[in-house]
């Protein structure tokens, strides 16, 4: 499936090729996902097409980020709310 795709699906939002190609140029240059480029298909007219893997650092990262994010979460669930004048 492709990165555009998923991300549409996951967020219900409209992603911009763009947008995905320059994050996932971010992510490689960081050494977050490596990416190699396969042969074309008859399927695909004979066009090659760009394949990304995520690295070992890349797995860490998103480990971590979404421990941060669960904390953030239980935090929000079990303290009251307070309203802000």
């Given at each position: ?8 699906r996951e967020?219900?939002?409209a992603?911009?090729?763009g947008?995905v ?8 240059q960081?050494g ?5 480029m396969t ?17 070992a ?5 998103l ?6 994010r ?5 935090a929000?669930?079990?303290?009251p709310?307070?309203?802000r004048?």
């Open positions: 499936m492709s990165v555009q795709q998923l991300l549409e967020t219900t939002r992603v911009s090729l947008a190609y320059a994050a996932l140029d971010r992510l490689e960081k977050l996902v490596r990416s190699t042969p074309g298909t008859s399927a695909r007219g004979g066009r090659s097409r760009r394949v990304f893997t995520v690295t650092d890349g797995a860490r990262t480990t971590a980020l979404q421990r941060i669960d904390r953030l979460y239980r929000s669930r079990t303290r709310q307070t309203a004048s």
